[in-house]
């Protein structure tokens, strides 16, 4: 079965880098699109960045220019490499992986960002 694991995050002050990591295992995943999304306390969770099948990445406003989405070149591996962070960046990071018509989800990993 498809399993997503997410590694990284943690806590930085404002200003500083976190790197974050999602392992694919349980499938073939050449085209299938995957992405970022947060959910900060009290607030709906938000689409940050996708990558789709054939590389072509997306930003939410709020983090273009900062945050940098990638995959290896088997596409086993998602990152999100987060500089420049802000206190409205602390949230739980969620990676997601979409094939056809199915949509997983990783763990989610905290990102606590302070002044």
């Known amino acids: 079965q498809v399993q997503l694991v997410q590694s990284g995050g943690g806590s930085a002050q404002a200003g500083g880098s976190l790197k974050l990591s999602c392992a694919a295992s349980g499938g073939f995943f050449r085209w299938c699109a995957m992405a970022w999304y947060r959910q900060a306390p009290g607030k709906e969770r938000e689409l940050v960045s996708t990558?789709?099948?054939?590389?072509?990445?997306n930003y939410v406003d709020s983090v273009k220019g900062r945050f940098t989405i990638s995959q290896d070149s088997a596409k086993i591996t998602l990152y999100l490499q987060m500089n420049s962070l802000k206190t409205d960046d602390t949230a739980v990071y969620y990676c997601s992986l979409v094939c056809i018509a199915n949509t997983y989800w990783g763990q989610g990993t905290q990102v606590t960002v302070s002044s």
């Open positions: 990558i789709s099948n054939d590389g072509t990445t």
